[in-house]
């Protein structure tokens, strides 16, 4: 009888092994998951645009955020037009015709959250992230986003209201602390770029990272 048991054990081994190869597999893959890319959206497409410079310091300010990783989006790398698609918007990427919509539905689409990254124009935030924004409405819906604004007037804080009842509409996950960087014209060089955005922005540094922080708990409350 124990050899018969023997046996049995030995054959039932490796299905065993394989068991839990296979749920070590499962758990991995679990891990991977767990690694939500949050797209940083610079709103304005100025040549002389000093976003890409605020977007790069945000980034330093939360790359180290757990199981979140972040890729800056461009929108003037994209080529956007003024919407002349001849479906709406929600009614489905399948009725896409241009090539320029379907890119950037498949970018915005591979994306779990946001961050809309705005300047302020005329206190208002730019026609350029509008246009952008409303090209697409499922790839947008539910997810969720935070807003952080700069401008030389209380850091742009206008123009994140209105972005904010816009995205409202796609019924985003919106964090409840939008930072707001306020310029002065002490922090720009001759060329209008900024000279020292760690020293500059310090002050906001916190207020950055707590939503940012509240970004990714929506994340992990969404998924």
């Not at 030995?10 to 690694?35: F, T």
């Not at 310091?57 to 199981?67: D, H, M, R, S, Y």
């Not at 730019?126 to 409303?134: C, T, Y």
Request: positive net charge; proline residues 5%.
């Amino acid at each position: 009888m124990r050899f018969i048991f023997g046996i049995l054990f030995i054959m039932l081994s490796p299905l065993s092994v394989k068991g839990q190869v296979a749920d070590h597999k499962s758990i991995e893959y679990k891990k991977e998951k767990l690694a939500y890319k949050v797209g940083i959206i610079i709103g304005s497409t100025r040549p002389n645009k000093i976003g890409r410079q605020v977007a790069e310091w945000i980034l330093t300010q939360v790359q180290e955020t757990p199981n979140v990783k972040f890729n800056l989006v461009e929108i003037e790398d994209w080529k956007l037009p003024l919407f002349n698609e001849a479906s709406l918007p929600i009614e489905g990427p399948k009725l896409y015709t241009h090539e320029h919509t379907k890119r950037w539905s498949q970018e915005i689409a591979s994306y779990d959250g946001y961050i809309f990254l705005t300047p302020q124009y005329n206190c208002g935030y730019p026609a350029s992230l509008k246009n952008a924004i409303d090209y697409l409405y499922i790839e947008w819906k539910s997810k969720p986003a935070a807003i952080i604004s700069y401008g030389f007037q209380e850091g742009g804080e206008k123009a994140a209201t209105q972005l904010r009842q816009v995205l409202e509409c796609f019924k985003m996950k919106l964090t409840s602390i939008m930072p707001a960087l306020t310029l002065s014209s002490s922090m720009l060089n001759e060329r209008k770029k900024l000279k020292n955005t760690a020293a500059d922005f310090k002050p906001y540094q916190e207020n950055v990272k707590s939503a940012v922080t509240e970004l990714a708990e929506n994340l992990r409350l969404e998924h």
